[in-house]
C-alpha cells in the first residue's frame, strides 16, 4: 500500500511542473518596463530586454523622426534582415520555455522597431509556444502591433486577448495585468495540466487525488463527476 501511495505522489508530482515563462520587452519610454517589473511580481518569469545596438539615439527627436524611419524601412521590406534595425546580442534559449510574453511600445500603429528585429531573428523559434502580448501606447488601438507579432512569430500560439495599457494606466497597472492574467487563464497555461479526450477505445485507470483507485477500468470517463483525477499517470481536471 505505501509503494502505491509513494507512486500515485510522485505521479502528481510530475504532472505539476509549471511550464517556464520568459517576458521579453524594449522599452524606450521606460513605460514597458514599468509595467514588466508589475508584471514580475505576479508571476515567476525571466526577462529579457532587448536593446538597440546604436546608443544614445534620441527617438524623440523631430517628432521621432528616426523611429519612424525604421518602421518605414520594415513596411517597405519586411522580408529583408537589413529593414531591421541591430539590436545587442542576447544569450537565450527558447526551448526552455513554454510561454513567452512580449511587452511591446506600439510606434505609428506598429511594434517598436527594435523589438521587431528580434522577432524577425527568433520568432520561428517561437512555434507552439504560448505567446501573450502586452501593448503600451498613448491613444492608437494595437491591432498593427499584433499583427507584426503574428507574422514574425507564423508557429506562436497567441493568447486572446492581447493587452492594451494605456500610457496614463502605466504607473497603475497591477489591477489591469491581474484581470488580464485571469482571462487568458494564465494558471492553466503554465500548470502542465491536461484535460483528457474519450476516445472510445482507450482504456483509463483512474484514482482520485489521496490514490484511492476507482473500482475497474474504464472505457469513458463521461460518468465521473467535476474535479482533479490521476488518469493513466497524469494530472487532469473533469469539468462539466
Given at each position: ?10 505521479m ?51 517628432n521621432?523622426?528616426?523611429g ?86 507564423p508557429g ?64 469513458s ?20
Amino acid at each position: 500500500m505505501r509503494t502505491v501511495i509513494f507512486i500515485i505522489l510522485a505521479m502528481i508530482t510530475a504532472a505539476s511542473v509549471k511550464a517556464k515563462t520568459l517576458v521579453l520587452y524594449y522599452s524606450y519610454t521606460n513605460n514597458v518596463e514599468r509595467i514588466v517589473n508589475e508584471l514580475r511580481s505576479k508571476i515567476d518569469a525571466d526577462v529579457l530586454e532587448i536593446e538597440p545596438a546604436q546608443k544614445g539615439l534620441d527617438y524623440a527627436a523631430n517628432n521621432y523622426a528616426i523611429g519612424s524611419a525604421q518602421i518605414a524601412a520594415i513596411r517597405n521590406n519586411p522580408d529583408d534582415m537589413t529593414s531591421y534595425p541591430a539590436i545587442d546580442p542576447v544569450n537565450v534559449n527558447l526551448s526552455d520555455y513554454d510561454c513567452i510574453i512580449i511587452g511591446a511600445p506600439l510606434w505609428w500603429s506598429n511594434m517598436a522597431a527594435p523589438l521587431q528585429t528580434f522577432l524577425f531573428q527568433y520568432g520561428k523559434e517561437m512555434a507552439g509556444k504560448k505567446i501573450g502580448l502586452i501593448v503600451s501606447s498613448a491613444s492608437s488601438g494595437i491591432s498593427g502591433v499584433e499583427a507584426d507579432a503574428k507574422r514574425l512569430i507564423p508557429g506562436g500560439d497567441f493568447q486572446s486577448p492581447s493587452l492594451w495599457i494605456r500610457s496614463s494606466q502605466t504607473s497603475n497597472s497591477g489591477a489591469v495585468l491581474d484581470n488580464w492574467l485571469k482571462e487568458i487563464n494564465y494558471n492553466s497555461l503554465i500548470s502542465g495540466i491536461s484535460h483528457i479526450s474519450t476516445e472510445p477505445d482507450e482504456i483509463y485507470t483512474i484514482y482520485t487525488l489521496s490514490g484511492v483507485r476507482l473500482p475497474s477500468d474504464a472505457h469513458s470517463t463521461a460518468g465521473l463527476s467535476s474535479g482533479i483525477y490521476i488518469i493513466n499517470g497524469k494530472k487532469n481536471i473533469i469539468s462539466k
